[in-house]
T-cell receptor, first 109, second 113 residues
Framework: QKEVEQNSGPLSVPEGAIASLNCTYS??????FFWYRQYSGKSPELIMS????GDKEDGRFTAQLNKASQYVSLLIRDSQPSDSATYLC?????????FGAGTTVTVRA | EAGVAQSPRYKIIEKRQSVAFWCNPI?????LYWYQQILGQGPKLLIQ????????DSQLPKDRFSAERLKGVDSTLKIQPAKLEDSAVYLC???????????FGEGSWLTVV
């Protein structure tokens, strides 16, 4: 079982819609969870971090964490063409960051 | 604040040749990471340093890869001899001691032909 798994995608959404990205992780003791955005040919850029159960909102982004289900998600509201990128879920265990394979999102104008 | 610096940005070598990548982390960051990202995959941790000591190198192919971080600042990742499957982006990242947020450099793109 992979440490971090993401829905495979690609995900295509119309402009203005909500994009929903999912991630599960295998290590129950994980405490820190991150979403990185990676544009084609660029390095990953941190967009959200979440540490406790529930929702965390930042602008058009909402991260949701459920530790009992070992599940973390990212919602992108009012999707824009500039949101077209690969989104990487990352989980921190003992300061080692493990990444999922990423979900590629395309926002159609 | 200056970000994580890496060089060279791009390198093309033939298989069995050697290559070295350099990284300068964000000033004051004690922890330095080297990740390998193959096209279509997420980054995979190769080695993690805390100051100039190795914290984790469990996924570093030690028969061909080596890394050092002299004086706890800059780091160099070397591959010798390179194989075709080493074609990837090598991402250097850093974080403050005990910090949760990891910042990435622009990456060094390696193509082995």
């Amino acid at each position: 079982q992979k440490e971090v798994e993401q829905n495979s995608g690609p995900l295509s959404v119309p402009e203005g819609a909500i994009a929903s990205l999912n991630c599960t992780y295998s290590d129950r003791v994980s405490q820190s969870f991150f979403w990185y955005r990676q544009y084609s040919g660029k390095s990953p850029e941190l967009i959200m971090s979440i540490y406790s159960n529930g929702d965390k909102e930042d602008g058009r982004f909402t991260a949701q964490l459920n530790k009992a289900s070992q599940y973390v998600s990212l919602l992108i509201r009012d999707s824009q063409p500039s949101d077209s990128a690969t989104y990487l879920c990352a989980v921190n265990n003992d300061y080692k960051l493990s990444f999922g394979a990423g979900t590629t999102v395309t926002v159609r104008a | 604040e200056a970000g994580v610096a890496q060089s060279p940005r791009y390198k093309i070598i033939e298989k069995r040749q050697s290559v070295a990548f350099w990284c300068n982390p964000i000033s004051g960051h004690a922890t330095l990471y080297w990740y390998q990202q193959i096209l279509g995959q997420g980054p995979k941790l190769l080695i993690q340093f805390q100051n100039n000591g190795v914290v984790d190198d469990s996924q570093l192919p030690k028969d061909r890869f080596s890394a050092e971080r002299l004086k706890g600042v800059d780091s160099t990742l070397k591959i010798q001899p390179a194989k075709l499957e080493d074609s990837a982006v090598y991402l250097c990242a850093s974080s403050s001691a005990g910090g949760n947020t990891i910042y990435f450099g622009e990456g060094s793109w390696l193509t082995v032909v």
